[in-house]
Nanobody
């Protein structure tokens, strides 16, 4: 019943843009930190971005800084990831996640995960 569902993935050319969205259902997550991870073929899952419950704390992994933007809308129970200047190296399954705390979001076992949406960057 309590779940996160990602959408917006697809095929995009290098240099293009995509917006991913993650909607939560079953309860309100307005006080939770929310973030994005990705897993490329044959690679470990990698932290991408996180945003605190009120948007006051935002962190990105170095490889996406300046290209990706994370936002949230607590009224809609969503978190989005706007991706620009996409590179083939960005190809991965992207997962959203939620947890009660923003601290060490990249390294802890988080409370809730979505099923993932595939982003393929290729010409």
């Amino acid at each position: 019943q309590v779940r996160l569902v990602e959408s917006g993935g697809g095929l995009v050319q290098p240099g293009g843009s995509l917006r991913l969205s993650c909607v939560a259902s079953g309860r309100t997550f307005s006080t939770y930190a929310k973030g994005w991870f990705r897993q490329a073929p044959g690679k470990e899952r990698e932290f991408v971005a996180v945003i605190s419950w009120n948007g006051g704390q935002i962190y990105y992994t170095d490889s996406v800084k300046g290209r990706f933007t994370i936002t949230r809308d607590n009224a809609k129970n969503t978190v989005d990831l706007q991706m620009s200047s996409l590179k083939p190296e960005d190809t991965a399954v992207y997962y959203c996640a939620a947890d009660a705390a923003v601290i060490d979001f990249a390294g802890r076992d988080l409370e809730l995960w979505g099923q993932g949406t595939l982003v393929t960057v290729s010409s």
